[in-house]
């Protein structure tokens, strides 16, 4: 099981007062989610709950453009920012737990 996640701050600029539930993530936290700080393969703890960073990106699609503007779609697909996942991450769940609102989420190991 995946569950994706994106900066809040983020969020909350792209949605120009739009329902931060458009987006779509399962989580939207205030957290570094660039590769440099989060690389492919690092395990957190989210609430209860482990999870690994997936390799797999996290991309914006029409759907996200649709509804946020192709400027938008634009600037989260831009290769020169790739390294920072404006749009994104997947974490794999290694073991389930449980997660509300305001729960921690920490790094429990790089690779």
């Not at 931060?20 to 590769?35: E, R, T």
């Not at 600037?75 to 920072?84: E, F, M, P």
Request: proline share 6%; net charge neutral; aromatic share 4%.
């Amino acid at each position: 099981m995946q569950v994706s996640i994106m900066r809040a701050d983020l969020a909350h600029i792209i949605a120009n007062g739009q329902p931060l539930a458009l987006f779509g993530n399962n989580l939207l936290v205030d957290m570094d989610l660039s590769s440099q700080n989060l690389p492919v393969g690092t395990t957190l703890l989210v609430g209860t709950a482990r999870c690994v960073v997936s390799p797999e990106p996290h991309n914006a699609c029409s759907l996200f453009s649709k509804r946020f503007g192709h400027p938008a779609l634009v600037l989260t697909a831009d290769k020169r920012w790739r390294d920072q996942n404006l749009r994104g991450l997947y974490l794999t769940v290694i073991e389930a737990g449980e997660v509300g609102p305001g729960d921690s989420i920490s790094v429990v190991q790089r690779p």
